[in-house]
T-cell receptor
């Protein structure tokens, strides 16, 4: 069955450093991968979508990579700030018309 | 509207009662999704609508759960004879299209507590 793995343990990063989060998937070949941020008590917020033919995508301090050989996406936040502290969810998708399946998310804590 | 609106934001109900949760999507978004998130857990897909049609109802946990959508507007998720295990945050999202090349805009959710 399809499986999405994100580090379930909280990731603690010092302010100003680069935070790197991992999303691994097995038993399918997504054409796209979406990343979301979720703050406590709020719904997820869409951040980025990357296509399988895009090795890398950037948006301000965010950078996402997509390696279809490794079946992995990396999500980087450069010059991290305490306000970046949140849970980050990935959702690999074939691009079809079903509801997205999300990973369980990684809780990121940026310490001042 | 500017965002996805869900109501009520909080609902406490007695076991066995029926509840109705409402979602107002962004105007022009044809696709609408319902998810459930139990405390400390991931998002569990329930159902999606393309227009007022629900092509996939397989995510609904039991026949106590049902959902409707009026045109490309408001949707309601109804839970009959609520059980304690139904306690969770119910999140609604809308998107320009049901194709997964568009990001979702989520509401803030309805926190349901069954006592």
């Amino acid at each position: 069955s399809q499986k999405i793995e994100q580090n379930s343990e909280a990731l603690n990063i010092q302010e100003g450093k680069t935070a790197t989060l991992t999303c691994n998937y097995t038993n399918y070949s997504p054409a796209y991968l979406q990343w979301y941020r979720q703050d406590p008590g709020r719904g997820p917020v869409f951040l980025l979508l990357i296509r399988e033919n895009e090795k890398e995508k950037r948006k301000e301090r965010l950078k996402v990579t997509f390696d279809t050989t490794l079946k992995q996406s990396l999500f980087h936040i450069t010059a991290s700030q305490p306000a970046d502290s949140a849970t980050y969810l990935c959702a690999p998708t074939g691009g079809g018309a079903d509801g997205l399946t999300f990973g369980k998310g990684t809780h990121l804590i940026i310490q001042p | 509207g500017a965002g996805v609106s869900q109501s009520p934001s909080n609902k406490v109900t007695e076991k066995g009662k029926d509840v109705e949760l409402r979602c107002d999507p962004i105007s022009g978004h044809t696709a609408l999704y319902w998810y459930r998130q139990r405390l400390g857990q991931g998002l569990e897909f329930l159902i999606y609508f393309q227009g007022n049609s629900a092509p996939d109802k397989s995510g609904l946990p039991s026949d106590r759960f049902s959902a409707e959508r009026t045109g490309e507007s408001v949707s309601t998720l109804t839970i009959q004879r609520t059980q304690q295990e139904d306690s969770a945050v119910y999140l609604c999202a809308s998107s320009l299209s049901s194709l997964q090349t568009y990001g979702y805009t989520f509401g803030s959710g309805t926190r349901l507590t069954v006592v």
